[in-house]
């Protein structure tokens, strides 16, 4: 029996349809993209306005084609040439290991117990009377082949809250610190916003009016940031305990590239060409 490659939709209801490929090594759901086009009344309404690929069980009837199955893929060339059709904006993001280090806390168990410091990326090795850290030279090697990722971001810095009574002022300032998982920072720029409330309260009070002033700070992250792993042991020599902690941190880092529709016809085709044992 042929699994061809077809371009197919869900069913009416929402549902996978039955005729496509149940073997281990054929594909569905790949690549959708919605059909309709913008600002005109679709011709596909929801669930069925994206195209898929995927491979069905079975050789198309001659007679036609189920709802929702809009045809076969039937060479290589065409699958390429489909797939760069629809592909013109589309990235692809991944990750590489861009340094590696390791932090090695050692001491007795007491001294473990003791100790204070936050276990976390970005803050102190944990510290009591008895522990000594010594950390390797971070080992750095080149990030994966395309452009950095860039993440820009807003972050709420501080709050200035004045109460106007008839007693006068009162002035309240929050300062709060930026907090992220990137390894870098680059601010760029604050702006205030300002809101006013005004309430009426008891005939001893009068009126009350809040001014909040809220101060954002813009800044842009490359896409870097750490993990850890920690490896832990410990040794009992004459009922003195030595916990020995080696932390290897890693640093990531997210690029992005055009995606490659000559790559991922390679790689279509291949399973399809396993699946029918060609």
């Known amino acids: 029996m042929a699994h061809p490659i077809i371009k197919y939709r869900l069913t009416k209801a ?3 349809p039955e005729y496509l490929c149940k073997d281990a090594g054929s594909f569905s759901g790949m690549y959708g993209v919605n059909t309709n086009k913008a600002g005109k009344i679709p011709k596909w309404t929801s669930p069925q306005e994206t195209l898929y690929l995927g491979m069905a069980c079975g050789d198309p009837d001659s007679d036609g084609l189920p709802d929702g199955l809009d045809g076969t893929v039937d ?3 065409n699958l390429q040439t489909y797939l760069t059709s629809i592909s013109g904006t589309w990235t692809v993001d ?8 390791t932090e090695t806390t050692t001491g007795s168990q007491l001294s473990w117990d003791e100790s204070t410091g936050n276990y976390g990326i970005g803050n102190t090795a944990p510290t009591a009377p008895g522990l000594t850290t010594t950390t390797t030279d971070k ?9 950095v990722i860039v993440i820009n971001a807003g972050y709420v810095t501080k709050v200035v809250t004045e109460v106007t009574t008839s007693s006068g002022v009162t002035t309240t300032t929050s300062d709060i610190a930026i907090v992220h ?6 601010v760029t720029g604050t702006s205030d916003s300002v809101g006013v409330v005004t309430t009426n309260g008891p005939v001893d009070v009068g009126v009350t009016t809040t001014k909040t002033t809220t101060t954002t700070t813009a800044a842009t992250h490359n896409d870097i940031t750490e993990n850890y792993t920690d490896s832990i042991s410990t ?4 009922g003195t305990v030595t916990k020995t902690r ?11 590239n055009p995606f490659d529709p000559a790559a991922a016809a390679t790689d279509l085709w291949g399973k399809y060409e396993t699946v029918n044992g060609l």
């Open 246 to 256: 080696i932390r290897t941190i890693n640093e990531l880092t997210k690029v992005r």
């Open 94 to 101: 991944s990750e590489g290991v861009t340094g590696i280090k």
């Open 139 to 147: 080992f750095s090697s080149s990030a994966p082949s395309g452009t």
């Open 75 to 77: 060479s290589k060339d």
């Open 181 to 186: 998982p990137y390894t870098n920072i680059t």
């Open 14 to 16: 929402g549902r996978i």
């Open 235 to 238: 040794t009992d020599v004459d």
